[in-house]
């Protein structure tokens, strides 16, 4: 669909999951509204009012790709960050609630949920298998104890990548909690997999920038009657919920990214599958130490180990070659020892600087998967000399 480049030569990028290029489409767009619909929605006037009204219109396209109800609430954050925030600081839990979540899942959730502790709310993070999927025993022990007041998951593991049923669970909790919060952090999934909200999913975030959209816009479903706290005060936008001047803009390029992303969706899926499934055949067959750990993983990522060479070496040397993947989220890309979140993966401390993660995108091609598996390979080749 488009390529990557610079004056040098072609840019190989597979670090999708961290974020995406952005759609020609999209790019577009965006120069279009920024000459022509720069009005504040908020303003009295017509300008005004007409981009309110599309803003409006936008948000019912947005709980549709989501197979929600039309009177259900979508409203534009600056970020999933913000959303998962908003919904885990806006629910004015007090002392004796119970929460569960996911120590291996994205800062953004892990973070201020751990933060909760200090209001003597009991945090309980949900066990994982070795495989990366819940420990399904040890969430129903927990749900036959305990009373939960909110649960947050992630439908798609940032850095494993693996793929959760996230409205089977979300029953399952709702049967021994009914009045539980069950929110999805469904970032690495929407747009890329089939992502809907049931009667179990309380609230939802997603972004642009996953999805071949713009950074600085994202999205959070709330289900209707639900009451959250705004994070931010002030200025009455978006129903008093979330204060801040509406970036026309950003949303309704949101909104192109999205459309274009669904669009044929389960087609999509295929290729990439495919696309993946041929990146680790090449590097299992050629590179023996390779360990893969994860199971039922998303089409868009691939994490796996690789002892006795640390990743910061092997990406620097793909630099080199304009090539361009990830270790761990880019969230939490700056820890150079002990992680958390591999932690909680169950990978053992002594391989945390070995792990690898390819993610792919709308972008990625046959042409340059192709490229890019003879140059890994080449560079391994080239540093395998260091494994003692």
């Given at each position: ?181 069950v929110h999805i952090d469904a970032v690495q999934a929407y747009g890329k997999i089939k992502t809907d909200v049931s009667k179990q999913i309380d ?118 070659k304009n090539i361009f993947i990830g270790t761990t989220s880019a969230c939490s890309g700056r820890i150079k020892a002990f992680n958390p979140t ?47």
């Open positions: 669909m488009y390529k990557l480049q610079t004056m040098l030569k072609p840019v190989l990028y597979f670090d999708h999951a961290a974020t995406t290029c952005l759609y020609p489409e999209v790019i577009n767009l965006l120069g279009e509204d920024f000459t022509h619909h720069f009005a504040n929605p908020s303003s009295s006037h017509r300008l005004g009012h007409d981009l309110s009204q599309k803003i409006t219109s936008i948000k019912s396209i947005f709980l549709n790709t989501i197979n929600a109800n039309i009177e259900d609430n979508f409203y534009f954050t600056s970020s999933a960050t913000e959303s998962n925030n908003t919904i885990i600081n806006g629910l004015n839990l007090v002392s004796g609630d119970v929460v569960l979540y996911s120590k291996a899942d994205h800062p953004s959730v892990v973070f201020p949920i751990e933060n909760l502790k200090e209001k003597n709310i009991e945090v309980i993070s949900l066990r994982l298998l070795k495989s990366g999927q819940f420990d399904h025993s040890f969430l129903e022990d927990i749900l036959s104890k305990k009373n939960i007041s909110m649960v947050v998951l992630s439908q798609v593991n940032h850095q494993s990548g693996n793929m959760y049923d996230v409205k089977k669970i979300a029953e399952l909790i709702k049967k021994s909690s009914p009045k539980a919060h609230s939802m975030s997603i972004t642009a920038h996953k999805i071949g959209g713009p950074k600085g816009i994202a999205g959070l479903y709330l289900k209707k009657n639900h009451q959250i706290k705004p994070l931010f005060v002030g200025g009455g936008q978006q129903s008093g919920f979330r204060a801040g001047t509406e970036n026309y803009p950003l949303v309704n390029a949101f909104r192109e990214a999205a459309q274009i992303s669904l669009l044929n969706l389960s087609e999509k899926c295929l290729v990439i599958e495919g696309l993946k499934r041929n990146i680790e055949e090449h590097i299992k067959k050629n590179i023996s130490q390779a360990m893969f750990p994860f199971t039922e993983t998303s089409p868009y990522i691939l994490t796996f180990i690789i002892p006795g060479i640390s990743t910061d070496i092997i990406l620097r040397h793909l630099e080199m591999l932690a909680a993966l169950d990978i053992p401390e002594k391989f945390h600087k070995n792990i690898l993660r390819i993610s792919l995108g709308s972008s990625t091609n046959q042409h340059d998967t192709s490229l890019f598996i003879n140059e890994f390979l080449s560079t391994w080749k080239e540093l395998s000399y260091l494994i003692k």
